[in-house]
């Protein structure tokens, strides 16, 4: 999956992270959203995803995704009603897992996938979506737009 993965990429920020949306919600089963929130300003805003409309601005003391980005880990919550301050942007999901996006020592986002099964995700899932967030930020990180300003 991770070679089909890097011939979608073209070293362009925003067109990688619109296609990795794109392929993570067609390749990977039982989802139902997948997408980014981009670091600016202090805060995470909502980026290229795949899914219903979500939040548009999540601070980096909330959510998994908040908890995520401070820590600089990845988190996988098997049950969102269980996170403390989970945030729900489509109540279908039950399960989340989110992986940072550093480069260069910077954190540019995070990647937030969302699934309606219970336990969706495990070590198989954390080691595809850190190799793809690897794979991305290696392409395209230094076009990201935050690092021009
Ligand atoms: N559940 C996330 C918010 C983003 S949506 O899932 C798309 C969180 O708790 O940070």
């Known amino acids: 999956m991770i070679s089909s993965y890097k011939e ?19 390749e990977v089963p039982d989802l139902n959203w997948a997408g980014f929130y981009l670091f600016e300003d202090g805060l995470l805003r909502l980026g290229p ?6 939040c548009t601005e999540i601070t980096l003391d909330r959510g998994v995704c908040g908890a995520a980005a401070s820590s600089r880990t990845t988190i996988i919550v098997p049950d969102v ?10 109540s279908a999901s039950r399960s989340e897992i989110v992986v940072p996006l550093i480069y260069d020592g910077k954190l540019l986002g995070v990647l937030d996938v969302d699934s309606p099964k ?3 995700f495990g070590e198989k899932e954390k080691s595809l979506f850190e190799e793809i967030a690897k794979e991305l930020v290696l392409r395209s990180g230094r076009n990201c737009f935050m690092l021009m300003r």
Do not use: M, V, Y
């Not at 995803?49 to 979500?54: C, D, Y």
């Not at 009603?81 to 489509?90: L, M, N, Q, T």
């Open 8 to 26: 979608l990429l073209t070293g362009h920020w925003i067109t990688d992270l619109a296609n990795t949306s794109a392929f993570i919600f067609q």
């Open 118 to 120: 219970l336990n969706r």
């Open 49 to 54: 995803f795949q899914g219903k409309p979500a």
């Open 81 to 90: 009603h269980e996170f403390p301050g989970h945030i729900a942007c489509d």
